[in-house]
């Protein structure tokens, strides 16, 4: 499967071509893949995945932990100012990818169904978290906190996050 960023794009959001030259480019393009499989981890929270038109926020993170990772292979030096920074980085990207399966940011890309709730996730493909569904009764809805809509059996169709039912 192919992931969000390629070989090219670690030296405009991650390590320098000379610290690059250091891994060939099957494992920078491996770090790459993990690290987007990582992301879709948190992304499957919400939304189905992969992304089909990720913006480039992601692509910046997915590359920033493959660097990471890449960067520690070689050796963290604290000493180092980019390592330092390069790590800051990284911690700001795993808080980013947090706060999407927290439902606290919504990565450009990603689609959303009625009401804000995640788009359908197509068969066969990423992860519902819980969906039931309950007879529609006038004036009752024991879910109203959950995302909700009417399917077409006028049945009420709620989903709700990981965060939400307690999870995480």
């Known amino acids: 499967m192919p992931g969000y960023a390629v070989t090219a794009d670690i030296p405009t959001f991650g390590l320098a ?4 030259a250091n891994f060939a480019p099957e494992q920078q393009q491996a770090q790459l893949d993990a690290a ?8 499957a929270a919400r939304f ?13 993170a997915v590359v920033v932990i493959a ?6 292979v070689r050796g963290f030096d604290p000493e180092d100012k980019g390592d ?3 790590k800051q980085r990284y911690d700001e990207a795993l808080a980013w990818l ?34 039931n569904t309950i007879p ?3 004036g009752y809805n024991p879910l109203a906190k959950h995302d909700e809509s009417i399917d077409a059996d006028g049945n009420i169709i709620y989903i709700s996050t990981p965060k939400s039912r307690g999870w995480y």
């Open 84 to 86: 330092v920074e390069l």
């Open 98 to 131: 947090k706060g999407i399966a927290e439902s606290d940011i919504t990565p450009a890309g990603a689609t959303l169904g009625a009401g804000g709730a995640p788009a359908a996730v197509p068969s066969g493909a990423g992860v519902v978290v819980q969906m």
């Open 48 to 60: 189905p995945v992969p992304l089909a038109n990720p913006g480039l926020a992601l692509k910046e």
């Open 36 to 43: 987007s499989d990582f992301a879709d981890s948190f992304l």
């Open 67 to 72: 660097s990471w990772r890449l960067l520690t």
């Open 17 to 20: 071509s000379e610290t690059l």
């Open 136 to 138: 529609a009764r006038s």
